[in-house]
């Protein structure tokens, strides 16, 4: 394995993990040499997915907390220090969705749904940086979404956070960049998930996405793993407040 991509000896945080695109995420990272370190609010499912990661001979383990609480975020973080002296890599990709009209929308959900979509983004990011400026390293890597360039009705909570996510992610390349910590994002497209689990059985929308999408196809949760990979590693040693995108095409044609 060339070296521009090897991870041996470095420490990633993955929240969200247990499954889907996140747990996608950490296993790529372990598959190339990184310590992971699983996020997610369920312990079961946590323990569950750090179980498939080390029985496959990879290093990881778990690290239960919502990153909506703010006291639990911060805490965490600093066990990290405590416990491994350092934080190499900060995948934050943990997210949730609402789907409904806009005049039947609160203001609380709106507020929930930018809570852990950006706001918990944005905390995170603060505090791996207290770490990776001491190392005078790291990569921050934002899980953002094609719908930060391409909007749908009915997720105006999620649309919102998502911009504002690559908005986030150009002014912390801006502010970290010069100081050794590189920060760009990730922008998926449609992806057959849990979280998109009824979507992809609805035969109408999912017909609509093949048709959409060049490839003609969902994308799978492994397909992610690279963009991650490529962007932690040396590999993308000069590359700095991008937004990749890994959609199959969808966002570059009308």
């Not at 695109?21 to 323990?47: D, M, Q, S």
């Amino acid at each position: 394995m060339s070296s521009l991509f090897w991870l041996e000896g470095r420490i990633a945080l993955v929240t969200g993990a247990s499954r889907g695109l996140g747990f996608a995420v950490a296993e790529a990272l372990a598959a190339h040499g990184a310590h992971v370190i699983l996020n997610a609010r369920n312990a079961r499912l946590l323990e569950e997915a750090a179980g498939r990661l080390t029985g496959q001979g990879y290093h990881a383990e778990r690290l239960p907390f919502d990153v909506t609480d703010a006291d639990a975020a911060v805490d965490a973080v600093e066990r990290i220090r405590e416990v491994h002296g350092r934080l190499d890599i900060l995948v934050n990709n943990a997210g949730i969705q609402l789907r409904k009209p806009l005049l039947e929308w609160s203001d609380a959900e709106f507020e929930k749904i930018l809570s852990a979509n950006l706001v918990a983004c944005f905390r995170l990011a603060r505090e791996a940086a207290r770490l990776m400026l001491a190392q005078g390293a790291g990569r921050i890597i934002n899980m953002g979404s094609v719908t930060g360039f391409l909007a749908r009705g009915s997720i105006h909570a999620y649309v919102a956070a998502k911009t504002g996510l690559h908005g986030l992610t150009r002014s912390l390349a801006a502010e970290l960049g010069p100081r050794g910590i590189l920060v760009n994002a990730i922008a998926p497209g449609f992806f057959a998930t849990d979280m998109n689990e009824a979507l992809v059985a609805d035969r109408e929308f999912s017909g609509w996405v093949e048709r959409r999408t060049p490839l003609g196809r969902w994308g799978a949760s492994h397909e992610l793993g690279g963009a991650a990979v490529f962007l932690a590693s040396d590999a993308a040693s000069y590359v700095n407040g991008h937004i990749l995108v890994v959609d199959g095409g969808l966002a570059a044609t009308m």
